[in-house]
T-cell receptor, first 114, second 113 residues
Framework: KAGVTQTPRYLIKTRGQQVTLSCSPI?????VSWYQQTPGQGLQFLFE???????NKGNFPGRFSGRQFSNSRSEMNVSTLELGDSALYLC?????????????FGPGTRLTVL | QQQVKQSPQSLIVQKGGISIINCAYE??????FPWYQQFPGKGPALLIA?????SEKKEGRFTISFNKSAKQFSLHIMDSQPGDSATYFC????????????FGAGTRLAVHP
């Protein structure tokens, strides 16, 4: 099976702009989680979607939002970008049966905010 | 209560040696403890995971030791190789059936030939 894919791999934006990142989970996986990774804060959970519904959310401002489509692909959006949003954004997918706790990560999208 | 504390921050081991990374947690309700390996420019990859009803799990050269009473768990890498040089993260999952992981700060491991 193909792994988790994320597009684009790199993005450069300026403050105040908005950005949309995309994630395609492993085929058959219905859960998609998003994480932000920075040198200062480490890996932090943003939110999780399952069957098009957000079922868990981390402690991030409302500028961070996401959605999931019927084919399980997910997007996350960050509006009014701030310098501190520069990070590696990772998505992970989990199987719906068997080891449902296991999360498989994609390579991430590196976002730089200037 | 939701934190996972990881140590050391960095570790240098000689080839063939044992690498040991430790994590501690406060929330006794955590029910799943995975370890991830991350190479530069890549996403984290699951190495091995354990649940609190098991005290030890071994997969190849990687072993998790779990001490429920002390609320600690550790990763042991036997016969460490230069290819093991990476950043390692421990994590814990709160109960509830959802896929949220709380990560430790990471340990940068360098295995010298």
């Amino acid at each position: 099976k193909a792994g988790v894919t994320q597009t684009p791999r790199y993005l450069i934006k300026t403050r105040g702009q908005q950005v949309t990142l995309s994630c395609s989970p492993i085929s058959g996986h219905r859960s998609v989680s998003w994480y932000q990774q920075t040198p200062g804060q480490g890996l932090q959970f943003l939110f999780e979607y399952f069957s098009e519904t957000q079922r868990n959310k981390g402690n991030f401002p409302g500028r961070f939002s996401g959605r999931q489509f019927s084919n399980s692909r997910s997007e996350m959006n960050v509006s009014t970008l701030e310098l501190g949003d520069s990070a590696l954004y990772l998505c992970a997918s989990s199987p719906s049966s068997g080891n449902t706790d296991t999360q498989y990560f994609g390579p991430g999208t590196r976002l730089t905010v200037l | 209560q939701q934190q996972v504390k990881q140590s050391p921050q960095s570790l240098i081991v000689q080839k063939g040696g044992i690498s040991i990374i430790n994590c501690a947690y406060e929330n006794t309700a955590f029910d799943y403890f995975p370890w991830y390996q991350q190479f530069p420019g890549k996403g984290p990859a699951l190495l091995i995971a354990i649940r609190p009803d098991v005290s030890e799990k071994k997969e190849g050269r990687f072993t998790i030791s779990f001490n429920k009473s002390a609320k600690q768990f550790s990763l042991h890498i036997m016969d460490s190789q230069p290819g093991d040089s990476a950043t390692y993260f421990c994590a814990a999952k709160p109960p509830g059936g959802y896929n949220k992981l709380i990560f430790g700060a990471g340990t940068r491991l360098a295995v010298h030939p």
